[in-house]
């Protein structure tokens, strides 16, 4: 069964940061991509779970699989994201390009 994760993003003066929520997940298990502007989380998290009880034994296992992909807000550079792992939470930090100067162009109207 895949779930989405929950997930808050926001942007700061130069960068995007994405929280995401992912707990019980090992670090290693986490996979993140920025590619297009596009951010793509996907973790894997296995629950083992032993129970004996009155005589019988039950042994329950269980794999989650987690995937989100959302667009980000705005332009940015890809290559240079940064992720952290703490306490269940994945926090992306990916910095915003600079802004493309605008140049006004005077355009002439042609009388006829």
């Not at 989380?41 to 039950?58: D, N, P, T």
């Not at 667009?71 to 994201?81: C, F, H, M, Q, R």
């Amino acid at each position: 069964m895949i779930r989405t994760p929950r997930m808050d993003i926001y942007e700061t003066d130069g960068e995007v940061v994405a929280e995401v929520e992912l707990p019980g997940v090992d670090p290693k298990n986490i996979e993140v991509e920025v590619k297009d502007n596009v951010l793509k989380v996907e973790a894997k998290a296995e629950e083992k779970k032993e129970v004996k009880e009155k005589g019988y034994y039950r042994k329950e296992m269980g794999a989650r699989y987690f995937k989100r992909q959302v667009s980000l807000p705005t332009d940015v550079i890809g290559e240079k994201a940064e992720a952290e792992y703490t306490d269940g939470v994945l926090k992306v930090t990916v910095p915003k390009t600079k802004p493309k100067e605008v140049k006004e162009k005077k355009i002439k109207i042609k009388v006829k």
